[in-house]
């Protein structure tokens, strides 16, 4: 059977790199799967959750906005956070939205504006697919 090699990759790190039967992404105009032999693609993503299936079972990550090729063999994804779902700190993360929510309540220009808004997406994204992976 024919597989993908997913890579994510984000400023800091490589942070998955496996070969999948199929993957699941977050596009800007909806989810989109991708199996084997797709047709080459390359669009943006949005934050939200990416799930790569291997041998019959799921792995999810969280991810930020960012871009993907997709190649007839490879999905490759460039990405401004990625973090598989078992390892997000929940208590972290809810930390992280109040702190950016109250500090959208301040008065910010408009570069601190969208760091703020940028990690305010990045915790809740991570609190949405931790609580949706919760047992």
């Known amino acids: ?3 993908l090699k997913l890579e994510i990759v984000t400023p ?3 942070v998955y ?3 999948v039967d199929m993957v699941t992404l977050p596009g800007v105009e909806g989810e989109m ?3 084997p032999m797709h047709i ?7 934050a939200g959750e990416i799930v790569a299936r291997k041998g019959g079972q799921d792995f999810f990550l969280a991810v930020g906005e960012g871009f993907v090729e997709v190649t007839g063999d490879r999905v490759a994804i460039l990405t401004d956070m990625a973090i598989q779902a078992d390892d997000i700190d929940e208590t972290k ?3 992280a939205r109040k702190r950016a929510e109250a500090r959208l309540a301040e008065k910010l220009n408009d570069e601190e504006t969208a760091t703020v808004q940028a990690a305010l997406l990045h915790s809740l994204t991570q ?3 931790k609580r949706r992976r919760r047992s």
């Open 40 to 46: 080459p693609l390359m669009t943006q993503i949005a």
């Open 12 to 14: 800091e790190a490589k």
């Open 127 to 129: 609190l949405n697919v």
């Open 33 to 35: 799967g991708i199996f």
């Open 17 to 19: 790199s496996e070969d």
């Open 93 to 95: 993360a809810e930390e």
């Open 1 to 3: 059977m024919a597989v």
